[in-house]
């Protein structure tokens, strides 16, 4: 499996607004570099130029480079790779025919946030954009909720 295959295309997308829903959590002054085709985004500050995984299953943003170059050579890491692009999850939904077009990326039918499971069962492919402002909505009014707080329900706007 090659990096084309681990990532998706957004070049044809706003790149300021796609992650507008986030922006409780990464602020203001970070844009999306790459896309995950497992739902997570690397965005890249604009600020200092480092480089941050923003990860929509946990809602954590973790820097992992201080420069684009340092993050090229990342990319090339297997070990890197491995951690950050749910290589082996993106396989099982390939190898069974479930292959992403323009446009779209891989998403949890019920978040694991609000008690799904983390299950190849539980993703569908969904639109980019409704992906990341979907999950960023979610986790926005469950970060400020006391842990273990049942909820009933969540609104999207």
Known sequence: MTLNDLTVNFSHLNREAILSEWEW?????????????????????????????????????????????????????????GSHFAVQMVGELRSSGCVLQRGQIYSFKHPPVLGGEVDVGNVEVSDIEVHFSVSGQIHRQVSRLPPGTRIDKVVIE
């Open 25 to 81: 959590l990464i602020g203001t002054h970070k844009l999306p570099i790459l896309l995950a085709a497992s739902g997570d985004a690397f965005v890249q500050d604009v600020n200092d130029g480092s480089i941050h995984i923003l990860d929509t299953l946990e809602a954590k943003l973790q820097k992992v480079a201080d420069s684009v170059e340092e993050f090229r050579t990342l990319l090339s890491d297997r070990q890197f790779v």
